[in-house]
Nanobody
Framework: QVQLVESGGGSVQAGGSLRLSCAAS???????MGWFRQAPGKGREGVAA???????NYADDVKGRFTISRDNAKNTLYLQMDSLKPEDTAMYYC????????????????????WGQGTQVTVSS
């Protein structure tokens, strides 16, 4: 069992930065991790993922702007978000999974077992 708690969301102007954190309990280092987001009226979409061996995967619209990382000693997942755009506005969720999944599928919600409650990110123009 893994419990996940996100923090770091807030309101910023376009072009600004935020860093999201996700504190995890349990055997954090054994799980692949992902960040997902959901805007009002839209489905939940994968933003970035990181495997047990630190292989990363990003959605096309955040490549070069967002960076996912993990600190296994602190049981914490991060998402550094730079050059934010209004279309990045959404509730952001972290998730953990423990199955055998190729890294290029880690942006799909179906492969995750555990989810946090989310943190809101609002980007104004």
């Amino acid at each position: 069992q893994v419990q996940l708690v996100e923090s770091g969301g807030g309101s910023v102007q376009a072009g600004g930065s935020l860093r999201l954190s996700c504190a995890a309990s349990g055997y954090f280092s054994r799980y692949y991790m992902g960040w997902f987001r959901q805007a009002p009226g839209k489905g939940r979409e994968g933003v970035a993922a990181i495997g047990v061996g630190d292989t990363t995967n990003y959605a096309d619209d955040v490549k070069g702007r967002f960076t996912i990382s993990r600190d296994n000693a602190k049981n914490t997942l991060y998402l550094q978000m730079d050059s934010l755009k209004p279309e990045d506005t959404a509730m952001y969720y972290c998730a953990a999974g423990g199955r055998v999944v190729p890294y290029y599928l880690l942006l799909q919600t179906d492969h995750y077992n555990y989810w946090g409650q989310g943190t809101q990110v609002t980007v104004s123009s």
